[in-house]
Nanobody, 113 residues
Framework: QVQLVESGGGLVQAGGSLRLSCAAS??????MGWYRQAPGKQRELVAS???????YYQDSVKGRFTISRDNAKNTVYLQMNSLKPDDTAVYTC?????????WGQGTQVTVSS
C-alpha cells in the first residue's frame, strides 16, 4: 500500500510561484506525477515522470512548471512559476505502482488576477 501526502497549495497572485510537494510512503513505486481539476472541467494530466524516466508536460504549462523528484525521500515536486488564473484547480499527485495507481488527497491552488 502507498500513501501520498501533499503540501504546498495556496493562494497566489498571477505571475507568482508555488511549489507543491508529494511524499510517498511505501515501496515499488514506478513513477509519480500530478493531475489537476478545475471546477466544471475534466481532470487533466499536468506533469509526470514516465515509466522510461522521461518527463511529460501538458502544453499549457511547458516552460512554466517543472517536475522534479528526490528518490531518497520518495518525494515529487511541482515548481509552478508564472502562474495564471487558468491554473486554478485542485492538484493531485499520483504514484504508479506495478499493478495499481495511488492518489493523494489533493491540494487547492488558486491564482488571483
Amino acid at each position: 500500500q502507498v500513501q501520498l501526502v501533499e503540501s504546498g497549495g495556496g493562494l497566489v497572485q498571477a505571475g507568482g510561484s508555488l511549489r507543491l510537494s508529494c511524499a510517498a510512503s511505501g515501496t515499488n513505486i514506478n513513477y509519480m506525477g500530478w493531475y489537476r481539476q478545475a471546477p466544471g472541467k475534466q481532470r487533466e494530466l499536468v506533469a509526470s515522470f514516465t515509466s522510461t524516466g522521461n518527463t511529460y508536460y501538458q502544453d499549457s504549462v511547458k516552460g512554466r512548471f517543472t517536475i522534479s523528484r528526490d528518490n531518497a525521500k520518495n518525494t515529487v515536486y511541482l515548481q509552478m512559476n508564472s502562474l495564471k488564473p487558468d491554473d486554478t484547480a485542485v492538484y493531485t499527485c499520483y504514484a504508479q505502482a506495478i499493478l495499481q495507481r495511488f492518489w493523494g488527497q489533493g491540494t487547492q491552488v488558486t491564482v488571483s488576477s
